[in-house]
């Protein structure tokens, strides 16, 4: 098969011809239909990620059609059109047990413990427990696009940050995360702030859904500008770009006993933000992280594109080929582009 390959981290990927994969007993093996391109794979070709063993297939946002099964696969067979979350669990842990499969201690992440969708096919493991049917009115563009940033922000939005109507949420980066955030917690009832340095990005953002925005290269205090939109603060804030400075925003503009969401990662140099911890405690804020998403809850996530209350689609930016997704992925950091790339074409 064809693949995007590297040997070494932050040296330019190849297009190889490599070996096909083989299902384990209990995985599958899927014909690619669509890729997206992710800031988390090029924090996997930067070495941020100590689970990378070179060399590697990057690429963890993926739908397309099973070609082969192991033998103890139940629920799912050849033929089936699926996607799956990029952290999958191992079906067998407590955590999994409990339904957090995002946080199996023993997780199948593609792209990352294993080779990965930027490739005419990629090997599952844990097939029963992870994959997800989609159904025939989701095209592969737009449910690969699901699989990382979409469905990160909805568990974000959704479940961590439990947001409710009317609630105010600031989403800190309008990249493919943030805009995904804003769309989610306008189709919840809350009233969401897109805040970025490019007027595009915050022009797309009100597009999706945004009641206001703030251009933070334009602000004295991004955290105020918040406050005063919000007549005291945001119930609700999103890191989705993962850098000190807007962690620390995102933090620092909530009202008191709001709650932060850390959703971009905080990797390499940024790993240790500073926290306004004197106001996480006198103002009683929560806390959280969030990681992917269990494959059980996309159900949800499912019945409200069906609804048209979420319109995924509308995020992707460019279609583009294996070989156009190199140069693609190596400025991922640069996070120019407004929408998502996403591969649809491998051969």
């Not at 384990?24 to 090029?42: H, K, Q």
């Not at 974000?156 to 990249?175: K, M, S």
Request: glycine letters at 10%; aromatic letters at 6%.
């Amino acid at each position: 098969m064809k693949a995007m390959f590297y040997e070494a981290f932050e040296q330019a990927p190849e297009i190889r011809t490599v070996a096909d994969p083989t299902p384990t007993e209990d995985g599958v093996v899927i014909s690619v239909g669509a890729s997206g391109l992710c800031r988390s794979d090029w924090h996997g070709w930067m070495g941020h990620d100590p689970d990378i063993r070179l060399p590697h297939v990057p690429g963890h946002e993926l739908a397309g059609r099973i070609v082969a099964t192991g033998r103890g696969v139940m629920r799912f067979k050849v033929g089936d059109r699926v996607t799956v979350p990029f952290v999958s669990g191992c079906g067998h842990c407590s955590e999994c047990h409990s339904g957090n499969q995002q946080v199996c201690p023993n997780q199948f992440q593609p792209g990352f413990t294993h080779w990965g969708s930027f490739a005419e096919y990629v090997a599952i493991d844990y097939a029963d427990t992870n994959l997800v049917h989609l159904p025939d009115t989701i095209d592969d563009a737009t449910a690969a696009s699901l699989g990382c940033r979409f469905a990160t922000s909805f568990r974000a939005v959704a479940d961590q940050a439990r947001t409710g109507p009317g609630e105010w949420i600031a989403v800190h980066g309008c990249g493919g995360v943030g805009l995904s955030a804003i769309m989610i917690a306008t189709a919840l009832g809350a009233n969401a702030i897109g805040i970025d340095i490019s007027e595009e990005k915050l022009a797309f953002a009100r597009e999706c859904g945004a009641v206001a925005t703030v251009n933070a290269s334009g602000v004295a205090d991004v955290a105020e500008a918040v406050r005063e939109i919000t007549k005291g603060g945001a119930h609700v804030s999103i890191d989705a770009l993962g850098h000190p400075v807007t962690c620390f925003n995102s933090i620092k503009n909530l009202r008191r006993r709001g709650r932060h969401v850390q959703v971009g990662l905080m990797l390499g140099e940024h790993a240790t933000p500073q926290i306004p911890m004197a106001q996480v405690i006198g103002h009683e804020l929560e806390i959280y992280g969030s990681h992917g998403m269990q494959a059980w809850r996309y159900d949800a996530m499912l019945s409200m594109l069906s609804a048209g209350k979420i319109a995924p689609q509308k995020l992707i930016g460019r279609r583009v080929s294996l070989e156009e997704a190199v140069p693609a992925l190596m400025a991922l950091d640069k996070a120019e582009a407004t929408g998502i790339s996403v591969i649809t074409r491998f051969s």
